[in-house]
């Protein structure tokens, strides 16, 4: 028989991302700063999925992430699955949602906004979760999430 898999070492305690779509985990990757982690990184890139054709998957030990970590992960990659790990056994299984409001995660793309010019928090009412659309506070400027750029 021959063998179809790669055995990974389990997490004892830490974090796995799972269902990524392939084409953003590079940009998840960049966002949690997963390249500086002194920790260990397991990265599976285009997995076969019976969900989503292919997905991404990422585990990241003795690393539990904020909820302002998460907030901008669900920018570039809503309702991708986090389980907690502790002792070996997932503790906890959640998805990723966008909030509501997004706070100093994305920069406005209009140059004329106060938040491009002067020192103060973007925040960005989540109008339309499932096509990405959210407006700016101050300047009311609506653009979709596929527009914007990361602080």
């Given at each position: ?20 779509p ?6 998840v ?7 500086t ?94 096509l ?20």
């Amino acid at each position: 028989m021959k063998r179809q898999e790669m055995p990974v070492a389990a997490l004892q305690n830490g974090t796995v991302i799972d269902h990524i779509p392939s084409n953003k985990l590079f940009q998840v990757v960049n966002l949690l700063h997963l390249d500086t982690m002194k920790t260990p990184v397991t990265i599976g890139y285009n997995l076969k999925s019976k969900k989503m054709g292919k997905k991404s998957i990422i585990k990241v030990a003795d690393k539990f992430f904020s909820d302002e970590e998460l907030n901008q992960l669900s920018v570039i990659t809503p309702n991708v699955t986090l389980c907690i790990i502790r002792d070996y056994d997932v503790v906890e299984k959640k998805e990723v949602r966008m909030p509501s409001e997004l706070t100093d995660i994305v920069k406005c793309a209009n140059p004329k906004c106060i938040t491009n010019n002067e020192p103060m928090r973007t925040r960005f009412r989540v109008l339309d979760k499932e096509l990405g659309i959210i407006q700016c506070h101050y300047c009311n400027r609506e653009v979709t999430l596929d527009q914007v750029k990361l602080l």
